[in-house]
């Protein structure tokens, strides 16, 4: 069992930063491959990076540029930084993790309950 807290999300002018945290806790060494999404209201979950084992990274075109995932294997710390943002990035935002690579796949077993992000114009 892995249990995901994320923090960090807000109310921000378009054009501005954020940055979220996700604080994993439990199995997290048999469930390494963690994900950041975002779903916007009446759409689809949306996958927005991947961080592998390895450190690679992998990011959703609308937030290529903008967007940096990284993690604190230390502290069980999943980090989303985002910049230059606009209002379509609105969602509630989630991290995800578990023992396989779904890569941008919302197949992930293990879920956070999600931080809200709006950009305003």
């Known amino acids: 069992q892995v249990q995901l807290v994320e923090s960090g999300g807000g109310s921000v002018q378009a054009g501005g930063s954020l940055r979220l945290s996700c604080a994993a806790s439990?199995?997290?060494?048999?469930?390494?491959?963690m994900a950041w999404f975002r779903q916007a209201t009446g759409k689809k979950r949306e996958g927005v990076a991947i961080?592998?084992?390895?450190?690679?990274?992998t990011y959703g075109n609308s937030v290529k540029g903008r967007f940096t995932i990284s993690k604190d294997n230390a502290q069980n710390t999943l980090y989303l930084q985002m910049n230059s943002l606009k209002p379509e990035d609105t969602a509630m935002y989630y991290c995800?993790?578990?023992?396989?690579?779904?890569?941008?796949?919302?197949?992930?077993?293990?879920w956070g309950q999600g931080t809200q992000v709006t950009v305003s114009s």
């Open positions: 961080i592998d084992t390895d450190g690679s990274t």
């Open positions: 439990g199995d997290t060494y048999s469930n390494p491959y």
């Open positions: 995800a993790a578990d023992r396989g690579q779904w890569l941008l796949l919302p197949e992930y077993k293990y």
